[in-house]
């Protein structure tokens, strides 16, 4: 089929831009290992590329083939993923590499729809990997493609909705280079990343912009358009990291939640902020540890952590008692065990500035 006058300019200047002027480094640029652009691609879901560059490296250095991160504790990878959120992309990692590796002895799927079809992968994953790897024609459509796409040719439908993504997903694979997709692919999210950004955008440089409907018609601030707004819950979470002889009292989080598979300390979980002052006369305190015989010894500032759905407020007690904590699921852990142990961001800032930052109550 015969691309047309304005879809040909806009490949010939991205592909020529990218082979003058991008000079955005990635360590996974150009690389041809699926094992390695299937991690990069992992980490990068939902995180900003210079998050993930240093998660991305330390995974590469602890597990340097797919049959290492298979035959990994858990616990262990876990703990590496820890501070880059959204865990059930870490527990489909582990899954997809244990596949990978009893399944198909290590070797990676070539073809579009297996690769689509391994746990965690949607149709951008698999469509980068297809492309990066083995060259395959497949379209990436990612957030800085959308944008690119809906400024050059003003479309303002909204890109979060089903129609959206079948309209630029269709767009996208027309005006794919078919002779060297994973080349195209990347130098479009590269543009997308450091000319067409969300903010401050580069036009008067940008080489796409005499035939650019956004620029053209002053609607560069206003494009890609969402349609749906996200409304966050707020939940207060208090934490009580109870000590008896040197060990403190931990569990790992269960299924259908935030932060499942990691650790936490013993939860008071309030739809509002509690009373802190009242703390030892709360019914629920006085349950948990089983009697009046205890001592709170400091009460941390106020930690907040923003997730996609949810605003999580809380602060941590520390408590010391004089008999063992039994029948709570929690188990007590020693300071240097907890180190090992992979906890959500909340709990690690805190453990991070709990000997600075703490205030004695």
């Not at 640029?29 to 990068?44: A, F, N, R, V």
């Not at 490296?57 to 703990?79: D, G, M, Q, S, Y």
């Not at 269960?254 to 309030?270: M, P, Q, S």
């Amino acid at each position: 089929m015969k691309i047309s006058k304005r879809n040909q300019f806009f490949q010939e200047q991205l592909l020529g831009w990218n082979q003058q002027d991008n000079t955005r480094q990635m360590p996974w640029k150009g690389e041809k290992d699926p094992y390695k652009i299937w991690l990069s691609e992992i980490i990068l879901q939902q995180t900003r590329v210079q998050q993930g560059l240093d998660y991305y490296n330390r995974f590469i250095a602890a597990f340097p083939t797919v049959h290492h991160l298979a035959n990994a504790p858990e616990t262990t990878i876990f703990k590496l993923w820890e501070g880059l959120g959204y865990y059930t992309r870490c527990k489909n990692l582990i899954a997809t590499a244990k596949f990978i590796s009893q399944n198909l002895n290590g070797e990676f799927p070539d073809e579009y729809e297996e690769i689509l079809n391994l746990k965690g992968i949607g149709p951008y994953t698999a469509a980068a990997i297809a492309s990066f790897a083995f060259n395959l024609p497949y379209a990436v459509v990612d957030g800085n493609v959308f944008r690119v796409l809906a400024r050059y040719f003003g479309i303002e439908t909204a890109t979060d909705t089903t129609q959206g993504k079948l309209q630029f997903t269709l767009l996208a694979n027309d005006l794919l280079n078919k002779k060297q997709p994973g080349i195209y692919n990347q130098a479009l999210m590269d543009f997308g990343a450091v000319v067409c950004k969300p903010q401050l955008p580069l036009c008067i440089d940008c080489v796409l912009s005499t035939r650019c409907k956004a620029y053209k018609n002053d609607t560069v601030d206003r494009l890609p358009v969402k349609e749906k707004k996200i409304i966050k819950k707020a939940r207060w979470f208090y934490y009580l990291v109870i000590e008896y002889n040197g060990k403190q009292y931990v569990r790992k989080r269960g299924a259908k939640d935030i932060w499942e598979n990691l650790y936490e300390f013993v939860l008071i979980e309030n739809e509002e902020a509690l009373p802190l002052e009242k703390l030892r006369e709360l019914q629920l305190v006085k349950e948990i540890l089983g009697s009046d015989n205890f001592e709170i010894e400091q009460i941390s500032p106020l930690y907040k952590q923003l997730l996609t759905h949810q605003t999580i407020q809380g602060q941590f007690i520390r408590i010391k008692i004089t008999k063992q904590l039994t029948g709570k699921g929690y188990e007590a852990f020693t300071p240097a065990e907890i180190d090992k142990l992979p906890f959500p961001k909340f709990i690690a800032a805190y453990l991070k500035d709990k000997n600075v930052s703490l205030n004695l109550f």
